[in-house]
C-alpha cells in the first residue's frame, strides 16, 4: 500500500470531492404517493447516479463516497405517522446484519438478479452502472488494472483475490449508500480465502503482495467512515471476524487470517474492527498474533470463544451448522450471517435500575436477604415484560439492495442488553453483609444515604465504596450475586415470543446505556455516587478496588453465559506501558488463552495511557490518532463526546 | 506465624519467568536511595495517603472507634475519595498461603508461579520459609538485594525455585554511601549463588551517575562472571510515592 494514498485519506483530502445531495426527495414521493420500496428503490438510482467516479492517487480498491448526505424519504408527517403505527427499530433502516457476501462475490450480481424482485434488480442495475462509470474513468486515467477488474466484477463472480476485494468495496459502498448502517464484514478469512489460495498456487501473487491489497483495501473502510451514522464517530460496524471453527467444526484460522492481523497491525487504523474467534484448540500464537495487535492500542481484536457461544446458540435454538458459523454484528452480539435476521440490541435492562426498585420498595419490610432475591428476581420478570410488550409491530424500511443479498431470513430473535451488573451485584452484596448480616448499616440509613446521595450518613460512602465487596476480585461473595441476577435476566427473557415469532436473548453488552441507564439513576448501595458511570459492558464498577486482572477474570468467568448468549464483553484495560517487553505480548496471550480456558464468552483489551488521554483531552491537535476502544468499537479518542472521553479516562487500568 | 506485607500484585509479568502473582515483604534492611517502593522500608504497618487528590475536608482527623486505626492519628475509614490508605498487613503464613493458592491453576498452565519481593523478604526469613513449605506445587522465586546472614541466606534459597539477586554496586564504599550498607554479605551470598545449582538472574539497576557507571558496570560483571545478567531500566516516576509515606526521596535532591 503507498504511503501518498494513507497520507491523502488521512488528511481527507477525498472530502474536497464531496457534495451535498440538495434534493428534497421526500415531499416528492409524498406527492406522488409512492410506496416505501419504491422511493428507496428510486433514491438508491439518484444517489448512484449522482456519485462521480473518483479515483485516489496510488489506489487499487476504488469506490469513495462522492454525495455526503443520504436524503430522506418521508416526510415528518408521514415518519411520525409510521411512528405512530409501527415499532421503529433505531433509524428504521436494516443495521446489524452479515449479508452472504460469499455467494455474491462467487456468481456474480447479474446472476444475483435472475432471482431479485424488480427493485432488486433496479439496484443491481443502478450499481453496475456506477462501477461501469468507474471503469470508464479508470480506462480514461490509463489505470488499466482498475479498468480490467471492473470489466469483471461486480458483473460476473470473481476469479481472483483483487477482484473479489473490489467486489466486497462495491458491495459494502451499495449497503451504505442504500442508508443501511452498522453494515458488519462477516467471516472475510473464510469467504475471501479461496480467491487468496488460488492467486498464491497460480503464482498470481505472494503474501507480500497480497498483504499490500489488503492494507489498501482495509483503508477503503476508513474513506467514508465519517459519513457512517452511530451514536458517536467511528461506531460504524465495520466488523470483521476471523478464526474459529466452519459450519462443520474444522478450525479456519489460516495465513489470510494472520495477514488480516498484520494488515491492521502495519495500519494502526479503527477500521475495520477486528474480531477474532478462539476455541480451546486455539494455539498460542494466535493468541499472540492477536496481542502484538491490542499492542498497537487500537482496543481490538475482540475475542469471542467458540466453546461457549456455539452451544449457546444451538441451545437456543439455533442449527449447529448455522451457530458454527456465528459472527458479531456492530459491536459484539452474536449473529448468523446470511440468514439471521435478528434485531440484537432491541432493548437493554438496568440491572441496578431493579435493584434500586426492589430498595425503595421493599427493603424495609424484608426479612432476609433472600427475600430481597426474591423480588429482584420478580422485577426482573416485570422489568422484561414491559420490554416485550412494548416491541409490538416492529417494522423496517425495505431495503432492496440489502434483500439481494441476504439469503431466506432463518432467525427472527431479539437481543436484550444487560447493564451495570457490577454496579448493581455490588450493591446487593452491600445490603446483604452490613445490613442483614452484621448490621452495621440500618435500612433507614441505607435509604437516606441514597436518597440524599451520601449527603446523610456520609460515613457511610468510604465504607460502600471502598471497603465491601466488589465483583472483580474472585470473591464469590458477591460474584455468586452475579451470577444470580444474569441467570434470573435469562430465565425471565426465556419462553417468551417476540412480534415477529423469534425469541428474546439476554445479554452482558452495555451499548451507550452505561452512561444512559447510570444517568437515570441516583446513587446506589454500592457507594456510586449519582452522576457515576457504570462499567462498560462487562466489567467491574469504576470505582471498586480490584485486585488486578488475573481476579477480574476468574470472577468475570463464574456466570453461565450459555443461557446468556446475546453478547457483551470484559474489558480490561492495561496500561501502555505493559507492553515495553516484547516478552508481556506472550503473557498477554496468555492470559487471554487462560480466559477463553476457563470459560468466559467474550474479551476485549485497551492498550491505553492516562497522562496521554489527559494530555489528549487539552491538545487534540497533538492527537488526531489516538485510539481508543468505547463499548464495541474503537474510536478516535479527540473525535469523541467529552463524556465518553472521560469514561475511558476513568476505568480501571492495570499497571504492571 | 505472622509476617507483614504491603501488596499482592497479579499478572506481574517482569518478576520471573511466565505469568507471576507478587508478594511484597514489609520492612527492608537497605536505604538505596533510588527505591521506589518506600512503603517497603519500614517493617511497620503505616499510613499511605495520596495528597495531592485532598480536598482537605479534615473527615479523616475525626476520632473514631476502629481498633485498625489506634495506631495512627487518623481514620482510614473515613475518606470519601478513598486516599488514606494502610500500608502493610500482618497475615498468618498459612492464610497467605491460601489466598495464594487460589491462584495456583492459573499461575501452572502459564509457567509462572509466586514471587516473594519487597522490601526484603529475607529480613522475614522464619516467616518466608514457613510460608514456602505451604507451597507445595507452586513455582516460586524470589527478587533480594542479598543483604542477610549466609545461613538465612541459605535457608531460603535452597526452597524456592528461581532467584533474582540484585547486585548495584560493586564498591563497597560507595555501596554504603548510596544504600545504607555494606556490600560485604551481598558479595558472599553471590559466591553461595554462583556455586548453588539453582537458576538464578542478577538484576542491575540503572541509576544514572550512580549504579550506571563504566567503573561500576564492569566491576559488577567481573563479580558476576557467567552468570546471567538482566540490567533495569530507572522508572523516573519513582519518586511518587514518597510524599504518601512522609518520606523525602533523596534521589531527587541528589539530581537537583
Redesign the interface.
Known amino acids: 500500500m503507498s504511503e501518498l494514498l494513507l497520507d491523502y485519506i488521512l488528511n481527507k483530502e477525498h472530502h474536497k470531492f464531496r457534495k451535498d445531495y440538495t434534493i428534497n426527495l421526500a415531499n416528492d414521493y409524498k406527492k406522488k404517493g409512492l410506496s416505501p420500496v419504491e422511493r428507496m428503490a428510486d433514491r438508491f438510482e439518484r444517489l448512484t447516479k449522482a456519485e462521480t467516479p473518483q479515483l485516489l492517487p496510488d489506489e487499487k480498491i476504488v469506490f469513495v463516497r462522492t454525495i455526503r448526505n443520504i436524503p430522506e424519504i418521508f416526510t415528518e408527517d408521514e415518519w411520525q405517522d409510521i411512528n405512530s403505527k409501527h415499532y421503529i427499530h433505531e433509524l428504521g433502516y436494516m443495521s446489524n446484519l452479515s449479508p452472504n457476501y460469499e455467494d455474491a462475490i462467487a456468481v456474480g450480481l447479474l446472476a444475483k438478479s435472475e432471482a431479485a424482485d424488480e427493485y432488486g434488480k433496479r439496484a443491481i442495475n443502478n450499481i453496475i452502472a456506477l462501477s461501469d462509470r468507474y471503469k470508464e474513468e479508470a480506462e480514461k486515467q490509463g489505470k488499466t488494472d482498475i479498468a480490467k477488474v471492473l470489466e469483471r466484477v461486480p458483473r460476473y463472480g470473481a476469479t481472483s483475490f483483487v477482484e473479489a476485494l473490489q467486489f466486497f468495496r462495491i458491495l459494502h459502498f451499495a449497503l451504505w449508500l442504500e442508508g443501511n448502517y452498522h453494515n458488519t464484514v462477516g467471516r472475510f478469512d473464510l469467504y475471501m480465502y479461496p480467491y487468496y489460495k488460488a492467486d498464491i498456487d497460480k503464482g498470481i501473487i505472494t503474501d507480500e503482495i497480497a498483504l499490500e491489497l489488503l492494507m489498501d483495501f482495509f483503508l477503503s473502510f476508513n474513506k467514508d467512515s465519517d459519513l457512517y451514522v452511530g451514536v458517536q464517530q467511528g461506531d460504524n460496524g465495520q466488523s470483521m471476524v476471523l478464526g474459529g471453527v466452519d459450519s462443520h467444526g474444522n478450525n479456519v484460522f489460516n495465513q489470510l487470517s494472520s495477514l488480516c492481523l498484520v494488515a491492521s497491525r502495519n495500519l494502526k487504523l479503527i477500521d475495520p474492527k477486528i474480531n477474532l474467534r478462539v476455541n480451546k484448540e486455539t494455539p498460542l500464537d494466535v493468541y499472540e498474533l492477536g496481542s502484538e495487535l491490542t499492542r498497537e492500542g487500537l482496543g481490538f481484536p475482540q475475542y469471542s470463544n467458540d466453546d461457549v457461544v456455539i452451544e449457546g446458540l444451538v441451545k437456543k435454538g439455533y442449527a449447529l451448522e448455522d451457530a458454527r458459523n456465528y459472527v458479531v454484528a456492530a459491536c459484539w452480539e452474536f449473529i448468523i450471517p446470511n440468514c439471521g435476521g435478528d434485531v440484537a440490541n432491541i432493548s437493554a435492562l438496568s440491572f441496578p435500575k431493579i435493584v434500586d426498585i426492589v430498595v425503595r420498595k421493599y427493603l424495609k419490610d424484608a426479612k432476609s436477604f433472600e427475600e430481597i432475591i426474591q423480588k429482584v428476581n420478580d422485577e426482573i420478570k416485570i422489568e422484561c415484560n414491559r420490554i416485550a410488550d412494548g416491541i409490538k409491530d416492529l417494522w423496517f424500511i425495505p431495503s432492496p439492495f440489502m434483500g439481494v443479498i441476504m439469503d431466506e431470513i432463518k432467525y427472527n430473535n431479539f437481543g436484550v442488553h444487560g447493564t451495570g451488573i457490577a454496579t448493581a451485584a455490588d450493591s446487593l452484596a452491600a445490603i446483604k453483609d452490613h445490613i442483614f448480616e452484621h448490621k452495621i448499616i440500618t435500612v433507614e440509613e441505607m435509604l437516606e444515604a441514597v436518597d440524599s446521595n451520601?449527603e446523610k450518613h456520609?460515613?457511610l460512602?468510604?465504607?460502600l465504596?471502598?471497603?465491601s465487596h466488589k465483583m472483580g476480585n474472585?470473591d464469590d461473595y458477591v460474584d455468586e450475586i452475579a451470577v444470580k441476577l444474569l441467570d434470573l435476566f435469562a430465565e425471565a427473557l426465556e419462553g417468551k415470543v417476540n412480534c415477529n415469532g423469534g425469541k428474546y436473548r439476554a445479554g452482558t453488552g452495555s451499548a451507550m446505556y452505561y452512561l444512559w441507564h447510570a444517568n437515570e439513576l441516583g446513587a446506589s448501595p454500592d457507594g456510586r455516587r449519582m452522576g457515576e458511570a457504570f462499567g462498560t459492558n462487562f466489567s467491574p464498577s469504576l470505582?471498586a478496588?480490584i485486585?488486578?486482572?488475573?481476579?477480574v477474570v476468574?470472577s468475570f468467568t463464574k456466570p453461565h453465559f450459555k443461557s446468556a448468549i446475546n453478547g457483551g464483553p470484559l474489558t480490561l484495560e492495561f496500561h501502555s506501558s505493559?507492553f515495553s517487553?516484547d516478552?508481556?505480548v506472550k503473557?498477554?496471550a496468555?492470559?487471554v488463552k487462560?480466559f477463553v480456558?476457563m470459560g468466559g464468552h467474550q474479551l476485549q483489551l485497551n492498550a491505553v495511557n492516562e497522562e496521554k488521554l489527559k494530555d489528549a483531552q487539552k491538545n487534540p491537535d497533538k492527537y488526531p490518532q489516538l485510539v481508543v476502544r468505547i463499548w464495541g468499537w474503537s474510536a478516535y479518542f479527540v473525535e469523541l463526546d467529552k463524556e465518553y472521553q472521560d469514561h475511558v479516562i476513568a476505568r480501571q487500568e492495570?499497571i504492571? | 506465624m505472622k509476617g507483614m506485607i504491603f501488596d499482592i500484585k497479579e499478572f506481574s509479568i517482569h518478576d520471573g519467568p511466565g505469568i507471576r502473582t507478587t508478594v511484597f515483604f514489609k520492612g527492608c534492611p537497605l536505604r538505596c536511595i533510588w527505591c521506589h517502593n518506600p512503603e517497603g522500608l519500614s517493617i511497620e504497618p503505616e499510613l499511605m495517603i495520596k495528597h495531592t487528590l485532598c480536598d482537605g475536608c479534615n473527615k479523616c482527623k475525626q476520632k473514631c472507634s476502629h481498633k485498625k486505626c489506634e495506631p495512627f492519628d487518623r481514620c482510614v475509614f473515613a475518606c470519601h475519595k478513598g486516599l488514606v490508605n494502610i500500608s502493610g498487613v500482618e497475615i498468618e503464613s498459612m492464610d497467605l498461603a491460601e489466598k495464594l493458592k487460589k491462584y495456583a491453576d492459573f499461575l501452572n498452565i502459564n509457567g509462572g508461579g509466586i514471587t516473594f519481593s519487597g522490601g526484603e523478604p529475607l529480613m522475614q526469613a522464619d516467616f518466608l520459609v514457613e510460608l514456602l513449605e505451604h507451597l507445595n506445587g507452586i513455582h516460586t522465586a524470589i527478587q533480594t538485594s542479598g543483604y542477610a546472614d549466609q545461613e538465612t541466606f541459605k535457608r531460603v534459597i535452597d526452597k524456592v525455585d528461581y532467584i533474582m539477586l540484585d547486585i548495584k554496586i560493586a564498591d563497597g564504599k560507595l555501596h554504603k554511601k548510596y544504600t545504607g550498607v555494606d556490600n560485604e554479605l551481598i558479595l558472599k551470598n553471590l559466591e553461595y549463588l554462583k556455586s548453588s545449582n539453582k537458576p538464578y538472574i542478577i538484576r542491575v539497576p540503572l541509576i544514572s551517575d550512580i549504579t550506571d557507571t563504566s567503573e561500576n558496570l564492569s566491576a559488577i560483571s567481573n563479580l558476576v562472571g557467567n552468570s546471567e545478567i538482566e540490567y533495569l531500566p530507572y522508572n523516573t516516576f519513582a519518586g511518587a510515592k514518597y510524599p504518601m509515606v512522609g518520606r523525602e526521596f533523596l534521589l531527587s535532591r541528589t539530581k537537583v
Do not use: Q, T
Open positions: 451520601f456520609g460515613w460512602l468510604p465504607i465504596r471502598y471497603n474472585d470505582f478496588r485486585n488486578g486482572p488475573v481476579s476468574k505493559i517487553h516478552d508481556s503473557k498477554v496468555m492470559l487462560s480456558d492495570y504492571v
